[in-house]
């Protein structure tokens, strides 16, 4: 059993579109959209939200992600309306990456004010991202426990954010190693993997081990680094 | 008058004719600062008022409020919805089983319809939203309903001048709230539509008394 999510969109295909994008990742959880009105215009309807709620309960509780303005008000009006509000929470968060950040964090079995937390994390990716992203350009040896001999680069780094290594902190990694001439692993799993990397489901406190080979091992290493040590920019 | 029942359908039923008739301008009215939807939205969500009221033929004013409120907040599709779905929601809560309405329980439903707006769109006065044709509303009831010699017409007079007073005013307003506070400045110099409609409702609360 997991938390299961609701998607409150102004256009149908939206919310449809962003169901089929966070099902990729986390096949175990039941994600239900409910997106335009129930003829098909765009707006919010609070019986299609109400139907979503209804299917969804039963499970570990249910967080639900919402679009612009009247989207929030019809959410809001259905949970004063839902017979048990009490397993029901509102994220405060973008739609797209707060569902794929909520339903990889249900996926691996969070409660569901872990999923609401992990849905709100993708806020403010901040300065500290800003920074390691230097690292990688610059090409400097980041502070944290890096060994380098030859060819091979490896590193431990403890995961300081709350979040742990949710679909972002994956995306941030996968996404600055694709573009370098490298083959890194993170944990034994493939570091340009957004997926893989999710598999991990790594907590905070959790050590990454890295492992770096090829011309841009070293500033793969510092990047996977400075991005870990900095939370991700998270709390 | 007795305000019961009866009345209340009348009056739902008088809020569907004048968002029929008043479909165009509220249009014309949101496309000045909004996205050009309130007038169908209203008409098309009180038309499904109507013919929830036919099928489910409630037996309290609180009950024909109260399917009101499911119905807009189902149908409208835009932020209005949700509003006025909470505002009637609310109403209907104050107004709980009683068959027949006095002024103070109207006054106290017409005060708790705009507390359910300002909880939900959490605008304030000065917003230029319809919380400036309901706050005057809510008041203006209230001191009608302390009134000694108030009659429920009275009140529902009050309210609905009020409304409309509040409903003109939003004119020189800056939008601080809704679609419109997009265009900042550009806001100014246009009626709210919301305000709008909300006059209208309220003045159809008298027509169905008179």
Redesign the interface.
Known sequence: MTVRLVVVSHSEKIADGAVELAAQMAPDVVILAAGGTADGRIGTSLEKVMSALDKAAGGDGVVVLTDLGSAVMTAESALELVEEPAGVLLADAPLVEGLVAAAVAAQGGADVKAVKRAAEAVYGLGPEVAAASRVLAESTVAEGSVTGSGPDFTGDFELVNEAGMHARPAAKIAGGLASLNAEVTVNGVDGASMTSLMTLAAAKGSLLHIEAWGPDAERALNYVGGLVQAGFGEP | MVLDVKWAVRWLTLCAQAMAENRVWLIELDRAIGDS?HGE?MDRGFQAVLEKLAEAQPETPGAALKLTA?TL???????A???Y??AF?RASTALGDAAEIDPGRLADALVAARDGIVA??KAESGDKTMVDAWTPAAEAAQAAAADGAGTVLGVLVAAAEAAEAGAVATEPLVARK??ASYLGERSAGHRDPGAASSALILRAAVGAAA
């Open positions: 939807d939205n499911m907040m189902s149908k409208v599709g835009g932020a919805g949700p509003l779905g909470t929601l939900r769109g809704g679609r």
